[in-house]
């Protein structure tokens, strides 16, 4: 059996000979090709001719609109109203998110803004008498109740003092009361028994509408007994229970006498309010007054115009007529900001994209016409133009290519999306041209050509100019041999 390396060692020689043999074969046929004693020259008259230069590519049919969708706002989807398919209009409602809330905003806004306006209406007509009397009677009221406050707080203070705090103490409206509560703190209470004495000249003393102003020694009193009977604890002289009570009146007195200041703070504001209006109906209405009150106007009209934009936003409609592509908004569902929800396709205008190497792009222009066949329409013909050159390259599989646009000289009722295409783009076209066979042509290792003109026995090389290429195997000539000349070409028997 033979090793691995004789093995190797014969295939080896089995390749160098059929190597050897396909040299001798390509010699043998270079031979022929280019030294045939049978190869004969022929000639070709120098004629007029039409030249037709053509780039050849494929391209795939693409809506000319081709718009993505979603809402600004997050929200539940309420109703939807198309689907994959359906066919759509300008305008048409597509998808509509809850808009209860901000209806609702809107109504309110609505309602101030008509507030507002009733208000400037009555400034720029003036004070009517009878606004006066209602001002007046507003007026009487306030004060009315500024002294109802007043006696209320004093008797808030009293009952205070005699029902509650009074408990505590012997002797308490005497000039010296004792205060009846165990304390460690000597200064409290000494402050407590002065406070008494105080309060009670206080309240012997009191003036309604004047006084008030001692509410704060009065309120510093209540705080202090306050204190005391929070820091006090149990004791064979007093129970808890009753120590509970105590605490419970004091803090209620606090309370009543809060309440009591506060209702007179907003009777005495409630006052100085009407009596301002009072003022202001009786002067009448200023410029600056009805400049004031237009620009509320202006600002309730503007927060009507802000909740109509947001509540436009969520309604998603059709920016073109055309086909729904996607749809992905289901009843209920919330959906995102800026999430594509929705795509439309023009459904009539549609153009062709297609991909050019850099080699054919320089002959491509705007304008060029396009001849157009499917292979989804076969026998038929359609005609473009070359509408668009997008600038930057497109690399596919490593080749550069320039993405170019083809638009439909009509429209076609039959054409459909993503339909692919052949094309041919006429880069250029002249007629009646003197032309001659591109295979006539000799090209120089400098790049120069020339046509070989038989004179007599002789073959003279001739320079040439050549222009336009064009798909038949003919190309233009600018200069060199002239109409009606016989120029030599060699083919092969």
């Known amino acids: ?10 295939w080896i020689a089995t ?19 280019f030294a045939n004693p049978n190869s004969k020259v022929e000639s070709f008259t120098v004629k007029k001719g039409d030249i037709i230069q053509k780039v050849i590519v494929n391209g795939k049919t693409k809506a000319v609109n081709s718009v993505n969708l ?8 309420s109703k939807s109203f198309v689907d994959v398919g359906s066919r759509v209009v300008v305008g048409q409602q597509l998808v509509v998110l809850d808009s209860g809330e901000i209806y609702a905003s809107l109504l309110k806004a609505q309602a101030n803004l008509a507030s507002e306006e009733v208000k400037l209406d009555e400034l720029k007509k003036g004070t009517r008498p009878e606004e006066i009397a209602v001002s007046e009677t507003s007026v009487a009221n306030s004060k009315t109740a500024l002294i109802d406050a007043q006696v209320n707080l004093k008797n808030k203070v009293i009952n205070a003092i005699t029902n509650d705090v009074d408990q505590l103490f012997s002797n308490p409206k005497s ?11 000597g200064q409290l209470k000494i402050d407590i028994v002065a406070g008494r004495v105080l309060v009670e000249e206080i309240l012997n003393n009191w003036q309604v509408g004047v006084s008030e102003i001692n509410l704060p020694k009065i309120k510093t009193f209540l705080d202090n007994v306050a204190s005391a009977v929070n820091r006090e604890t149990p004791s064979s002289t007093m129970t808890q229970t009753t120590l509970d009570s105590h605490r419970a009146n004091i803090s209620g007195a606090i309370s009543a006498v809060i309440t009591a200041e506060g209702t007179l703070n907003d009777a005495k504001s409630a006052l100085t309010l009407a009596e301002k209006n009072l003022d202001l109906k009786k002067s009448g209405s200023t410029p600056e007054t009805i400049k004031a009150q237009e620009a509320k106007v202006l600002q309730m009209q503007a927060d009507v115009q802000s909740i109509n934009v947001q509540l436009n936003k969520m309604t998603l409609r059709s920016p073109q007529n055309g086909i729904v592509t996607v749809q992905e908004a289901k009843t209920g569902e919330t959906v995102t900001s800026g999430k594509i929800i929705v795509s439309i396709i023009s459904d009539s205008d549609l153009e062709i994209e297609s991909n050019v190497s850099e080699i054919s792009v320089g002959k491509v222009s705007i304008g060029n016409a396009v001849i157009i066949t499917f292979d989804a329409f076969p026998g038929e013909v359609f005609l473009g133009t070359v509408s668009y050159i997008e600038p930057g390259e497109t690399i596919i599989d490593g080749v550069v290519n320039y993405k170019v646009t083809i638009a439909f000289k009509e429209k076609y009722p039959q054409m459909k999306s993503g339909l692919t ?16 066979p591109q295979y006539s042509i000799i090209t120089k290792e400098d790049g120069s050509t020339f046509v070989s003109k038989q004179v007599g026995k002789d073959s003279v090389e001739v320079p040439v100019t050549l222009g ?11 200069s060199g041999p002239s109409l009606g000349e016989v120029i030599n070409t060699q083919s092969l028997e």
């Open 1 to 10: 059996m033979k090793t691995y390396a004789q093995k190797t060692k014969k």
């Open 15 to 33: 390749h160098k000979l059929i190597s050897g043999v396909l040299v001798l074969v390509v010699l043998f046929a270079g031979y022929k090709l």
């Open 70 to 77: 979603g809402f600004d706002v997050s929200g539940r989807v």
């Open 175 to 185: 000039n010296t009361p004792q205060f009846n509560l165990p304390m460690t703190s």
């Open 421 to 436: 295409s052949k094309l041919e783009i006429i880069t250029g076209e002249k007629k009646d041209v003197v032309v001659i």
């Open 468 to 478: 336009l290429r064009g798909q038949d195997g003919f190309v233009e000539v600018l």
